[in-house]
């Protein structure tokens, strides 16, 4: 049987990260990142002009979906990473379990305000995906088990995340 792991947290909290290398650890595993699977730029959401990353409706749930049901028949594992990975009822429902990656709001700050892929992002808009982050990206009461990574400041902590799978 597949064991469907979820990995959320906020931007920049190492979900990517420690997704790559479990998925290299692990094996017959597929790792989706839900930034693959964002709508177009014409669907999606907007704040202030802006497109909104941040919202659940920015995802393809049913792309999503789809995916994950096809790669049940033919992976062991399959690892989703996201900021929104915990945000969809149905999703909570699919997964075996959930990884959520703690990362202080000065963390956050300091982490964000580094990032260049974007170019320079106005204030209001780092301080809406933290806010947003609180609103979607939490852990669900729907998911039966659960590790919480406290924050870290290298790498992170791969042989608890590896031993918590090894349980569901």
């Known amino acids: 049987m597949t064991k469907t792991v979820g990995i959320g ?8 990260t420690l997704a790559v290398q479990l998925a290299n650890q692990l094996q017959n595993t597929l790792l989706l990142a839900l930034d693959d699977f964002v709508l177009p730029s014409v669907q999606l959401p907007r704040i202030n002009q802006t497109e909104d990353w941040e919202h659940p409706l920015s995802v ?8 994950i049901s096809e790669g049940e028949n033919n992976y062991d594992y399959i690892l989703i990473e996201g900021i ?10 699919i997964l075996s379990g959930g990884i959520y990656l703690h990362l ?5 700050w300091f982490l ?8 320079k ?5 780092l301080d809406y995906v933290w806010e947003a982050h609180q609103v979607y990206g939490k ?3 729907g998911i039966s088990k659960w590790l919480e990574l406290p924050e870290f400041h290298s790498a992170p902590p791969f042989d608890p995340a590896l031993d918590f799978i090894g349980t569901i």
């Open 9 to 16: 947290g906020v931007s920049r909290a190492g979900k990517t």
């Open 121 to 125: 992002e106005p204030k209001w808009y």
């Open 60 to 67: 393809d749930w049913n792309n999503l979906f789809s995916t």
């Open 139 to 141: 852990p669900s009461p």
């Open 112 to 119: 964000r305000l580094q990032e260049t892929r974007w170019g």
């Open 84 to 93: 929104l990975t915990f945000a969809h009822p149905t999703l909570n429902r």
């Open 104 to 108: 202080s709001k000065a963390s956050y």
